[in-house]
């Protein structure tokens, strides 16, 4: 296992359990606990956590994966769901992205679309997240327009009032929301506040909203709402979702697509 899949794997391990002994992760992972023990040094001094004696814990109260760590996580659930999403967005519309793993997966799906190689544009891209708007900006056939904002070091994303004079000037077909929660009763939800806000503001500008979810956010809250179920007119999730919560979104007057 390499250095970044074993720190990946470290950091998912503490984000689940809280807290993790040297000799139960390295039990976990295979390796030697002194491997494991120069890991919680070296993500220790980038602030991914705290040491402890014989161990460590996760670095803060509210504790947000940044996203470069969160790649690997139900990979394929997300790839299979970002197809799905592609599949609903129609040449020549104007599209809004969140940042996220999952979003990441749909601006690569539509970067391949046959039917989008060529266009004048194809497809008009608003995004806040860094990463995204660099994958597409190599597209020619795609406009991106990037919100202003500061940047918010765990998602790429920019937030702040300075996204919100782009966001306020421009009118969206479908705005794609990746969301860390989704619940009927309690709605999409972000762990940040400044996130959700730039997240719900681009909501608001769309004809549509669709949220991409692998089915692991189902039925979950998050500190920051974004928007109501009722605001929601898709979710797109993957085939393991709970049949009796695909039921309730159904009920709620939302759409749902297994992928």
Not at 95 to 122: H, I, K, N, Q
Not at 165 to 174: H, M, P
Not at 175 to 197: R, S
Request: with cysteine.
């Amino acid at each position: 296992m390499s250095r970044d899949a074993r720190w990946k794997a470290l950091l998912e391990l503490l984000v689940e359990r809280g807290r993790l002994d040297v000799e139960e992760a390295a039990a976990e992972l295979e390796v030697s606990a002194a491997t494991i023990r120069r890991d919680f040094d070296r993500l220790a001094e980038q602030q991914m956590l705290v040491r402890t004696r014989g161990g460590a814990v996760v670095h803060g109260v509210s504790y947000e994966l940044p996203l470069r760590y969160k790649t690997a996580r139900r990979a394929s659930e997300k790839q299979r769901v970002a197809q799905a999403v592609a599949a609903l967005v129609a040449p020549g519309e104007a599209v809004g992205l969140t940042g996220g793993t999952t979003t990441t997966e749909v601006a690569r799906a539509l970067a391949v679309r046959v039917d989008l190689a060529s266009g004048t544009p194809a497809l008009t891209v608003v995004t806040n997240a860094l990463n995204i708007a660099n994958e597409l900006a190599v597209r020619p056939q795609f406009k991106i327009v990037v919100t202003g904002g500061v940047a918010r070091a765990q998602s790429y994303e920019l937030i702040g009032p300075l996204a919100d004079g782009v966001l306020g000037q421009v009118t969206l077909d479908v705005a794609v929301l990746g969301v860390v929660a989704f619940d009927v009763a309690h709605g999409a939800a972000a762990h940040d506040e400044a996130e959700a806000a730039i997240n719900r503001l681009l909501c608001e500008r769309a004809e549509r909203v669709v949220v991409a979810a692998d089915s692991s956010k189902l039925g979950r809250r998050a500190f920051a709402r974004i928007c109501a179920a009722d605001s929601v007119d898709t979710l797109v999730t993957d085939g393991a979702a709970d049949p009796d919560l695909v039921r309730q979104f159904e009920e709620a007057g939302v759409r749902v697509v297994t992928a």
